[in-house]
């Protein structure tokens, strides 16, 4: 009897042990992708921009750039031979606009591969300066297919419809997403044909901050694809990882946070570097993105300890008193598949059910008249914008009480930052502006206050 005990307690050893090779072969496997893929963008200053891309056949990649389609009169060039490439364009002027074509050299054969005047891009202004800012969001972005294409399509509609003076097409300064760039499983080949392929048109002109979520972290081709300025490359405080950084855009700070891996313990590394980053930053502005919702009654519920691996529950007790004492305007998450957005709101850390009339910094839903706040105030709260609906759209009772608006709808966000305004807009998957709201900034320093 023991010896059966054994062969099979061997046998299990086995049965485990080759299913954790498989996985391995499987997760190695799927972070590579061999194929081409068109530019991107990504780590813009007002003085730098990098392009990355893709070639099927290796070789020394190479970008000319100038201020003119017909004059590109400067080139960089790699020094290896590779099919992953990447390049950064440095001297750059701020708040100009850029044309760039990309070539592969192979041996003494050149062969150009993206050029025209529909490859360039505009520069950040000057980190600091009052400029406006226009930025998209993409909820949950990585699902190809018809409510992908329909969501993209009305956001470039959209822009196109409500243009700003003298701006090339399409109309952004950024693109960001809010996690789960490529379903399933974040696979290389999946970010080609879920991500890449569906939204090129927008990633040859717009830098992209993609967050990242639970899907993309089934593989390891995320941070192999993307390059982020874990050195404080492009403003705000190093933070010596890709996941987690800052960055500036003329006088707004941006800060992406990873809900999914790193640890959110109060003394951990990521609360540590956000502490000491809000304290650095003189930025007026500030917005936070990370992929689980604190906050949501859609597709999860935060209220469930359970849900997402208690990450929800996470980022709720331990980042949100952060992020409010330092003084974050607005907040951007996804996961939860439909979109949601809060009142002003303040100190409420716990379960639903703990929601007080006191948390709520501002009853109105910001739409008629804006949500006031003085200067970089740490008590007069932060919106909660919860966008997981650009490529898949689910159900769920969308019934949480810190929601001014909740909408089983997918479409993609665009905020607008001019000077002390800011406001943002959920544009559905069929044009419709289905929601709006407003932050003011008043005059006033204030002081963040601690929750009672």
């Known amino acids: 009897m023991k010896i059966g005990l054994k062969r099979i307690a061997l046998g299990l050893m086995i049965l485990v042990g080759l299913y954790g090779v498989g996985r391995f072969i499987d997760v190695y496997s799927g972070s590579f992708y061999a194929g081409a893929r068109a530019p ?112 993209r399509d009305a956001l470039l509609d ?47 002109n717009i830098p992209l901050w993609p967050v990242y979520g639970n899907h993309d972290a089934r593989r390891w081709a995320f941070f192999e694809i993307f390059s982020f300025p874990e050195k404080g490359e492009s403003g705000g405080l190093a933070s010596n990882t890709e996941h987690y950084y800052s960055f500036d855009h003329a006088n707004v700070h941006f800060i992406m946070l990873d809900s999914q891996a790193s640890i959110m313990d109060s003394d951990g590394a990521m609360l540590d570097w956000l502490k000491r980053d809000l304290a650095a930053t003189s930025q007026p502005w500030i917005i936070a993105a990370f992929h689980h919702p604190p906050y949501t009654r859609g597709s999860h519920d935060s209220d469930d300890r359970d849900d997402s691996g208690g990450r929800m529950f996470a980022m709720r ?14 907040v951007l998450t996804g996961h939860s598949h439909m979109y949601e957005r809060s009142f002003l709101l303040r100190c409420h850390y716990g379960m639903s059910t703990t929601l007080q009339a006191t948390m709520l910094r501002d009853k109105t839903d910001g739409t ?85």
């Open 158 to 204: 959209w822009l196109k419809n409500n243009a700003r003076p003298h701006r090339p097409q399409p109309d952004l300064d950024l693109l960001l997403t809010t996690g789960d760039n490529a379903y399933r499983s974040g696979s290389n080949k999946q970010f080609q044909s879920e991500f890449f392929t569906p939204y090129a048109e927008l990633l040859k």
């Open 368 to 452: 008629a008249t804006p949500y006031k706040k003085p200067g970089r105030d740490g008590f007069s709260g932060t919106v909660y914008t919860m966008i997981g609906s650009s490529s898949k759209q689910d159900h769920g009772d969308l019934d949480h009480p810190v929601m001014a608006v909740s909408l089983a709808e997918a479409g993609s966000v665009v905020v607008d930052i001019d000077d002390k305004l800011m406001t943002v807009r959920f544009i559905n998957r069929r044009g419709q502006l289905a929601d709006r709201f407003s932050i003011l900034k008043t005059a006033g320093t204030g002081q963040a206050i601690p929750c009672s």
């Open 40 to 151: 991107y963008l990504m780590m813009p200053t007002a003085d730098a921009m990098t392009l990355r891309w893709q070639t099927e056949v290796p070789g020394q990649g190479q970008i000319r750039f100038g201020r003119s389609p017909t004059q590109l009169d400067r080139l960089v060039t790699e020094d290896v031979v590779a099919e992953s490439h990447e390049l950064r364009l440095q001297g750059l002027e701020p708040a100009q606009r850029y044309y760039y074509q990309i070539e592969n050299r192979i041996g003494n054969e050149t062969e150009i591969l993206y050029a025209g005047e529909e490859y360039g891009f505009v520069t950040p202004p000057r980190a600091g300066q009052v400029a406006p800012v226009r930025f998209a969001v993409l909820g949950d972005p990585g699902k190809a297919g018809v409510v992908q294409n329909e969501v």
């Open 317 to 330: 007790e331990k980042v949100l008193p952060i992020l409010e004492a330092g003084g974050a305007d607005l």
